[in-house]
Nanobody, 121 residues
Framework: QVQLVESGGGLVQPGGSLTLSCAAS????????MGWYRQAPGKQREMVAT???????NYLDSVKGRFTISRGNAKNTLYLQMNSLKPEDTAVYYC???????????????WGQGTQVTVSS
């Protein structure tokens, strides 16, 4: 069974930094596309950043220049470096692995359980 587990969330002051990590287990292949999403109270879940197997990235406009998504050397690990954090970045952050088809089987999409990021003084 595939599981995604996030870590690294917490409370940080405005202007501070955090790094989120995601580790996937149970997947026999490398995910082609992974990403980070977030959901603030009373709002819909939104894409924060995605990265594919060619290292092509895509970012939410409001985090461009502040957040960096990357994949680790270990298979199916994912990071999100968040700098210059703002109170509006406060949300639950979720790791995602996109759906893919391999040898007639469908894998995903998969979601982690989420990690809380709170930006407040």
């Amino acid at each position: 069974q595939v599981q995604l587990v996030e870590s690294g969330g917490g409370l940080v002051q405005p202007g501070g930094s955090l790094t989120l990590s995601c580790a996937a287990s149970g997947m026999p292949y490398s995910f082609i596309s992974m990403g980070w999403y977030r959901q603030a109270p009373g709002k819909q879940r939104e894409m924060v950043a995605t990265i594919n197997s060619s290292a092509r990235t895509n970012y939410l406009d409001s985090v461009k220049g502040r957040f960096t998504i990357s994949r680790g050397n270990a298979k199916n690990t994912l990071y999100l470096q968040m700098n210059s954090l703002k109170p509006e970045d406060t949300a639950v952050y979720y790791c995602n692995a996109d759906r893919q088809y391999i040898n007639g089987y469908t894998y995903g999409p998969y979601w982690g359980q989420g990690t809380q990021v709170t930006v407040s003084s």
